[in-house]
């Protein structure tokens, strides 16, 4: 699990400044958490996702991004509310989940958003 600031999400998720269209960068498909280090349910999320980031390692890249510190990227995808969850395929549209989702629903949006298997 990573944490991304505004340079390094431009490297591997999506290049905002240069493209108008979204074109994901990354070479599989990820998913990032939008948190913040005062939120409860974000604190709660987090094992959840380092679970996730070894049972899926090689196949889906996790990021985080501190929505306090990278306040521009929580705008661009209109963060209001924190867990937000932005799972992101390889091909296509990005589709974002809020809340403190339980392991399951993760994995079936990893199955079925990203087209991953376990």
Do not use: H
Request: net charge negative; aromatic share 10%; glycine share 6%.
């Amino acid at each position: 699990m990573e944490n991304l600031t505004k340079e390094n999400f431009k490297e591997k998720v999506f290049d905002f400044e240069n493209n108008k269209e979204w074109a994901f960068a990354g070479d599989k498909p990820c998913i990032i958490d939008f948190y913040a280090d005062w939120c409860a349910p974000c604190r709660a999320l987090t094992p959840v996702m380092e679970e996730l980031s070894k049972e899926y390692e090689g196949k889906v890249d996790i990021y985080k991004i501190d929505t306090e510190k990278e306040q521009e990227l929580a705008g661009m995808f209109g963060i209001r509310s924190i867990p937000s969850i932005l799972f992101v395929p390889k091909d296509g549209q990005p589709q974002m989940a809020t809340g403190a989702l339980p392991k399951e629903t993760i994995e079936k949006a990893i199955k079925d958003v990203l087209a991953v298997e376990a």
